[in-house]
């Protein structure tokens, strides 16, 4: 301790002004430029070693906690010290306590730098990135933010500018983001809420609405297996049918069957969901008309504000896709064979067709495509063949 | 070289390690080098090829198997010139340019993941399905592997193999005319990013990209998406840049995807067709606007 002492006293020798405050020993005055509180070195130098986990020992962790060490280190350490490691520290710990997103935990540890000391007085020294270590790590937080989708905002950057000054690293690294985050994160066509329902109901119908966004018309309707007699399963159904599906359903060939196929698996943001499909063969397109058009034996001046008859066909709708024509979506609690029977059951009121028909399950079972994301399963590397498993067909009697 | 040829005889034991690597016991006529030869002079090959163990012979072999097939694309060359048929675009008209229809379709794509380059773990493949649609699915893992090195992991690629003419010639899509990037696809609900390889002469511009943001839906029906070329940013080894201007369109010589969402687990994207049209009321180079920066700041 003496050494550090000396160390001071020597570097600041011709700095000495008496102060009127006097301190306890001679030495101590020569340092009393630095406004040291008022106790004595000895009996606190262990707390004052630098603490690498300042959120350790916390119990009760939430943001108010968070904010409280942050507040703690600010009001303790006047200097400031180690104050690139605390924020090191934060960073780790943010995610425990659930602020990873909250861009006011973000300021409050960019706030606990110093202002004004790292602010270069010429642009030599801004370009040749003055004070790396604190610019790195204020962009190390950046980065943090970037990851989690949290945009920055005037004030932050006036808290950085305060930091490290205007033509600072961070600081322009703080300026891109400010450019490209906000340009980004309204894109999506299909616009999800920053953080998707938990409860697998909500999270079922919001999938199904994305899906069927495709028809504006399309009708969702929620069932509960409790409606169907003999059901095994207690579980809800989230159904979507537009009346154009109805129609087309309608109209299906009655020789030819109806599948039900999934599970298929549909993202919203980090929860993915599983959804059904009741689907029919793909029907052919209508036939396209060749026409000559440089053949003008056929002209008549009559024809012109007409056009060909042979040439009209109904335009197909959205949902006949090459690959079937889907007649309705849904998503189930349990994803289970019993739900989706009562699926039929409860679909086969506003659509009598599905008594008549043969229906074909087409079912591959969600649970196997469940693949451990720790290491040690990784070293095989065929998790993607999970997806092209098995299909058990199964005929359900065309007679529900 | 020459003066090598000239004053003596050099053995190297690997023509593609240079200066340093060249074996000392080679004879020489008249004693004109100090220092150690520099058999030839190179920068880094944009091009990496394995090396192969063939035979003169064999390597005569594989080059005249190879020339059948390089003929017989110069002779569609040479009669696509000679027709010189004018290119007509129709507002409205997607001209496909990757469809999965074919049978060699399949030779044109190369799937990447992290795992390929000891990167990660994830894993992803690409084949044709029975639909005749391609189909670009994995399994993304963030899992970042354990060497030190690697802070972040977890990327699934696939790219178009350069486009090229007869004789293993370079060449580019030659895109100018067009305005808008055209897919028709089915995902996942997942994100994907659309990059276009613009590679420069300079190695400062072999990694440069425009990329843009692929959205799916998710559920069984196809979508098409129609992207202005005008959106897509330009960023160079996964920045991107300050300097914002649209893309070069005649200089494009891959497109790729990239599944990069930071969400692990299984994806799969179905391409029906990659195609470019044309809207002639599509004015826009560049959508993203520049700001002048303060005086004396280097861009970085």
Known sequence: ?400 | MNLVRFFGRIIPNDAHNLCGNIRQNYTIARNVHTSVVCSHFTFHETKREPKDDLNTVQHIWRGMNMLKDEVRMWKDEVSEAVKTDPLFLFPGNVDKVFKFNEPNALHSWIATADQDNKDGYSSCEFFIDENQKGVFQGFLTQTVPKDGERTRAGYCNLKSVKKRKSFKRESKFEWGMYTHLVLRVRGDGRSYMINLHTPGYYDVFWNDLYQFVLYTRGGPYWQVSKIPFSKFFLSSKGKIQDFQYGPSLDDITNISFTMVDKIEGPFKLEIDYIGVELDPNHSETSAYEMYKLPRGMANS
Request: glycine fraction near 6%; charge should be negative; aromatic fraction near 10%.
């Open chain 1, 1 to 400: 301790m003496s050494r550090v002492l000396l160390k001071f006293s020597f570097q600041f020798s011709g700095y000495i002004r008496h102060s009127s405050a006097l301190s306890h020993t001679v030495i101590m005055t020569r340092t009393n430029l630095f406004h040291f509180p008022q106790r004595s070195f000895a009996d606190d130098e262990k707390s004052r070693l630098p603490r690498l986990n300042e959120f350790g020992n916390v119990e009760n962790k939430s943001k108010e906690v968070f904010l409280t060490v942050i507040n703690g280190y600010d009001v303790r350490e006047v200097h400031k010290r180690n104050h690139v490691e605390f924020i090191y520290g934060a960073l780790k710990q943010m995610k425990d306590f659930g602020v990873e997103r909250d861009l006011e935990v973000y300021k409050a540890i960019v706030n606990v730098m110093p202002k004004g000391r790292f602010v270069p007085r010429n642009f030599l020294q801004a370009e040749f990135m003055h004070f790396p270590k604190q610019q790195i790590c204020i962009m190390h937080l950046l980065e943090q933010m970037e990851d989690n989708g949290v945009i920055p905002d005037a004030e932050l950057g006036e808290l950085l500018v305060n930091i490290i000054g205007e033509r600072g690293y961070a600081v322009r690294r703080f300026m891109r983001m400010m450019y490209w985050m906000p340009k980004f994160s309204k894109l999506s066509p299909w616009p999800l809420p920053t953080e998707v329902p938990r409860e697998p109901f909500d999270l079922a119908m919001l999938a199904v609405k994305r899906i069927t966004s495709v028809d504006p018309s399309t009708v969702i309707s929620v069932f509960s297996t409790r409606d169907v007699e003999d059901s095994i399963d207690d579980t809800w159904i989230i159904s979507g049918q537009s009346p154009v599906q109805q129609e087309l359903l309608a109209s299906h060939n009655k020789k030819s069957p109806v599948y039900i196929e999934g599970a298929f698996r549909i993202w919203l943001r980090k929860s993915s969901v599983y959804y059904f499909v009741l689907r029919g063969d793909p029907r052919p397109p209508p036939d396209p008309v060749e026409t000559d058009f440089d053949d003008v034996s056929s002209f008549s001046a009559g024809n012109i504000f007409r056009p060909p008859v042979s040439e009209v066909a109904v335009q197909p709708s959205v949902h006949e896709q090459e690959d079937g024509v889907f007649y309705a979506v849904c998503c189930t609690g349990s994803s289970g064979k019993d739900s989706l029977l009562s699926w039929v059951r409860l679909m086969q009121k506003t659509n009598p067709i599905l008594g008549e028909v043969p229906i074909l399950f087409k079912f591959s079972s969600p649970n196997r495509d469940i693949v451990t994301t720790d290491g040690k399963n990784m070293d095989g590397g065929d998790q993607s063949k999970t997806d092209s498993q098995k299909q058990d067909d199964e005929t359900a009697g065309g007679n529900r």
